[in-house]
């Protein structure tokens, strides 16, 4: 691909964050990593990059779940059908990511808003449930270990309808 190309890509992308106001890296050509602020999520960065043959979006939305993999990965399958212009993987490790690839003719402002806004809302609509099922007993393990030393519960608190022993299901 033509450096001239590149160069178009990349001031359609940077005047598209700019007029999002969103925090940006631009560390050279064709390639961008934009933070996107979310409130369960809170933050998730997206890297955003101009290739021979397409534009790409890719975001870490959290490492490998410490049990229920598949369970996990039946869910993330699911939810797939149903998303636009991004869609779940996973890596070698089996950290889960938000990626989505487009044509250098569908790269516009409006595009590239509606891409990021899928990113934010998938990220962060998703996540908690995500860690629900990948890492449920980790969370209920320090609940109840915060509980026992008195500490703060605050940033447990989105967990607290599986973690709190008082709202757990009776087994």
């Not at 509980?147 to 989105?158: C, D, M």
Request: with cysteine.
């Amino acid at each position: 691909m033509s450096g001239h190309r590149v160069a178009d890509l990349d001031a359609v992308i940077e005047e598209t964050l700019r007029a999002a106001e969103l925090e940006y890296e631009h560390p050279g050509p064709g390639r961008f990593v934009v933070t996107l602020p979310g409130v369960k999520k809170l933050k998730t960065l997206v890297g955003l990059t101009v290739g021979d043959h397409g534009f790409r979006v890719e975001a870490f939305v959290c490492r490998q779940p410490d049990e229920n993999r598949e369970q996990l990965w039946a869910w993330l399958l699911q939810h797939n059908a149903r998303m636009y212009g991004v869609s779940y993987s996973i890596d070698t490790v089996g950290d889960v990511y938000l990626t989505g690839r487009l044509p250098h003719a569908a790269v516009t402002a409006e595009e590239i808003d509606r891409l990021l806004g899928s990113v934010l809302t998938y990220a962060d609509e998703h996540f908690n449930t995500m860690l629900e099922i990948g890492f449920g007993s980790s969370i209920r393990r320090e609940w109840d270990w915060r509980v026992k030393r008195g500490e703060s519960l605050r940033n447990l608190e989105a967990f607290a309808a599986f973690a709190d022993p008082a709202r757990r299901p009776r087994e």
